[in-house]
Each structure stands twice: as structure tokens, then as C-alpha cells.
């Protein structure tokens, strides 16, 4: 049985459609245009600045740090914010996948990491409740990711067989962690799912609608899980997710419809049935109200568009700084 963060990462499919990083030597500064998905890097080796469009204040990056740039925004990295940045097409014309460019003759400062985009429909399900930087300093659980970048900077240097694909899942181990890292460690005052996943009241509630989406959950039934009063629980539950609960549980049925109806042949009845609806008609237009669109055009339409661009937004807390996480050394 998966968890909620790995239903929901299942769910939008990330995947990891450039990786690669660059070694710097000198003064340098690389301005990077706006991206689409997720920014996962972590610093190899070496120190240098990060200032995101948007963010008032730049960021210092040292050894170890991880970085997520979710929101797409463009960025520039530097070695001294003084020096002039010039466009990465300048750097990078015809970067391969994969690739480690070198500028300046490299050996003072490296970086490693990947860009993800997001394959399934509704991307603001993660992507709306994340700052526009999330910084993980190198304390944090420092030894998976430790392991994780010396493996991806050796399959990218070594060119073994395969090392193409398993860059790809290095880079998925670099993402999932650095979002564990955050939801662990840098969740104060968020609010959303992904934040009220810290919280082990509400994340025994969130946990039961995941395992058993089908169920008819009651206000009541979940408060138990949650071990607390129903009236209690329903007020906590609205404050840090900023969705009631029976409204979490609905969006969560119509995001795994949505999936199904797109990426598998079942009927539409067989759908509706699996997520606890008696009925087509029932399960259609609960669809229909929140989804934007009837099961049978989601299913044609497929991936070509997010729906509802609003469908998270109540979950989604806007934030116009970075998230610092200094989290503590595991025992």
C-alpha cells in the first residue's frame, strides 16, 4: 500500500526529462529562462549564489545543498552577484541530456540535478503549495542525498550501459527526498495536504481516504482515525489542509478518475464503482462539478490540458520567499 506523497507523485507522473549539471572555475553568473515542472539540484561541491525572480532575497548555496525551483520562474546562479550573468544558452547551445558542461576550465564549483515535468493533469496538486524556493541545507539527512548525487555525477561521467536510466532514477530519489526533507522539516504555517502529512492526527485521515478511497467515509469515521472529536477534527482538517475533508476526499476520487480515464481502457461504470459511486450517473456528474468536464471528454481530451486550474487552489498556499530548511543530523 502506497502512501499519499507516492499516490500523488504516481498520480501527476513525474518524470525527469533533462538532467545533467556543470563544474565552474572563476567569476561566473548563468541566468535560466522560466522552465516548466520542477528544479531539483544539489550542490556537488564548491559555494555560490541563487537569486530567483521574484524573491527578494538571494540565497547562499555551500557543499550539499539541495535546491527546488517549483514555481518556474526564471533564476540566476552565481559565483558573485556583481558579475554580469549571461544567458545559459550561451553556456549550453546543444547540451545533451545527461551532460556535465565545464565553464571556465571548472574545478571550483559543481552542481548536479534534474528538471522534471509533471505528465498528468493537474500539476498545481504539488506545484501550488510550494514556495518558489525550497532550500535544503546540507544537515538535513545529508547521507542519502550524499549517495545520491556521487551515484548520478558517476553514471554521468562513467557512460556505463544503462546509466542513462539509472541517472533518470537517481534524480526521481533526489526529488522524492528533498520533498520528504521539506514536509519534515520546513512546513511551518503551510498549508496544504503535503503539509498536513506532518501531522500525525491529520495524517492518519489523510492516510485512510488514500487507502481506501471507495469507502463511504464519514466525518465522523475519519475523526476516529485521527483520534479526535468529529467537530474538532473537522476544524483542524479545514485550517491545515484548507479543504474540508469530505472536499479533500472528492478531489482525491476525481484525480485517480481522471488517471484511469486517460490511462486505461476501463468503462466508465467500472470507474465510478471502484471509487464508491452506486451509480454512472451519480459518479458523472460528481466528476463533472469538479473536474470541468464530463468523464467522456476528460477521457478523450486525455493530458491536453489541465481542466480545472482551480481544482487545488484552496489547498494551495502562496509563498513569496524561500523555505530555509536546516534541519537536524539524524542520530
Not at 46 to 64: E, I, K, M, N, Y
Not at 209 to 236: C, D, I, N, Y
Request: charged residues 20%; contains cysteine.
Amino acid at each position: 500500500m502506497m502512501d499519499p506523497l507516492s499516490d500523488v507523485l504516481s498520480v501527476l507522473k513525474p518524470r525527469s526529462y533533462m538532467f545533467g549539471g556543470f563544474d565552474a572555475g572563476g567569476d561566473w553568473a548563468i541566468r535560466f529562462g522560466q522552465h516548466e515542472g520542477i528544479k531539483c539540484y544539489v550542490v556537488a561541491g564548491g559555494a555560490c549564489w541563487l537569486s530567483v525572480d521574484g524573491v527578494p532575497q538571494p540565497v547562499r548555496l555551500r557543499t550539499g545543498d539541495c535546491f527546488l525551483l517549483p514555481r518556474g520562474r526564471s533564476f540566476r546562479l552565481a559565483s558573485d552577484l556583481a558579475v554580469e550573468p549571461e544567458d545559459a544558452r550561451v553556456y549550453f547551445p546543444t547540451r545533451r541530456n545527461g551532460s556535465i558542461a565545464t565553464i571556465n576550465g571548472g574545478g571550483e564549483f559543481s552542481i548536479v540535478g534534474g528538471h522534471f515535468a509533471l505528465a498528468g493533469n493537474h500539476a498545481g496538486v504539488l506545484l501550488g503549495m510550494l514556495p518558489p524556493v525550497v532550500h535544503l541545507r546540507k544537515e538535513a539527512d545529508k547521507e542519502a542525498l550524499r549517495w545520491a548525487i556521487e551515484r548520478m555525477r558517476q553514471e554521468l561521467r562513467d557512460r556505463q550501459p544503462g546509466g542513462f536510466l539509472v541517472a533518470q532514477h537517481l534524480a526521481h530519489l533526489v526529488l522524492v527526498q528533498a520533498l520528504r526533507l521539506h514536509l519534515a522539516e520546513g512546513v511551518e504555517g503551510g498549508v496544504g495536504w503535503l503539509f498536513a502529512l506532518a501531522d500525525r492526527q491529520m495524517s492518519a485521515a489523510i492516510n485512510a481516504m488514500h487507502a481506501e478511497p471507495a469507502r463511504r467515509w464519514t466525518l465522523q469515521a475519519l475523526a476516529e482515525r485521527a483520534g479526535m472529536s468529529r467537530s474538532v477534527f473537522a476544524l483542524k482538517f479545514k485550517q491545515m489542509v484548507g479543504l474540508s475533508a469530505m472536499d479533500y476526499l472528492t478531489r482525491w476520487r476525481m484525480l485517480l478518475a481522471g488517471d484511469r480515464l486517460v490511462n486505461t481502457d476501463e468503462p466508465i461504470s467500472a470507474i465510478a464503482l471502484a471509487l464508491g459511486y452506486e451509480s454512472e450517473s451519480a459518479f458523472s456528474a460528481a466528476f463533472k462539478r469538479v473536474m470541468g468536464r464530463s468523464p467522456r471528454q476528460y477521457g478523450r481530451d486525455g493530458n491536453t490540458a489541465d481542466a480545472t486550474p482551480g481544482l487545488w487552489e484552496a489547498a494551495a498556499g502562496e509563498s513569496s520567499g524561500p523555505t530555509t530548511v536546516a534541519a537536524r543530523s539524524p542520530a
